[in-house]
């Protein structure tokens, strides 16, 4: 499944009401089997412009509470998800981005070696051997030096 980050742009609300928001947010994404990673309060900020609801007469924001969610979920859910953000009343704006892998074209799993108990296994051994005394050689000069009593 594709990571994705959502933000959320919330109108400004008590902070009872700011939770229930919340967990109605998180709820989408885990009735639709999304798994949600973390959440992120970006904090109260003021927009750059007034933004307003579709409906007539409706009610002009100027600040709003942005919020960040990490989730991973197919894209056809990522999108229902969006559409019901959108169509919450209490959320101003939604916005979705898909992210990179940070993961090497190379890389290759290790699970395997990492169920070992750690005596066993191979990274764990190499930070043994790193950690072990080593003889210390002292530079007693040249070879030919007489040795002093």
């Not at 990571?3 to 008590?14: F, G, M, N, R, T």
């Not at 009610?59 to 953000?85: G, N, Q």
Request: hydrophobic fraction near 35%.
């Amino acid at each position: 499944m594709p990571s994705y980050e959502l933000v959320l742009a919330i109108k400004k609300l008590q902070t009872p009401e700011l939770t229930h928001c919340l967990k109605r947010a998180a709820n989408f994404i885990l009735d639709n089997n999304g798994i949600l990673r973390k959440i992120e309060n970006l904090g109260l900020k003021q927009l750059h412009y007034k933004i307003s609801n579709p409906i007539p007469n409706a009610k002009r924001y100027t600040s709003a509470y942005f919020f960040l969610y990490h989730l991973d979920t197919s894209p056809t859910i990522m999108r229902k998800v969006h559409e019901d953000c959108i169509h919450d009343n209490d959320m101003i704006k939604a916005y979705y981005v898909k992210k990179e892998s940070n993961l090497p074209d190379n890389y290759t799993c290790t699970l395997e070696d990492e169920m070992k108990p750690p005596a066993l296994r191979p990274s764990v051994k190499q930070l043994i051997e790193e950690g072990r005394a080593k003889e210390i050689e002292y530079d007693m000069g040249p070879q030919n030096a007489k040795q002093i009593l």
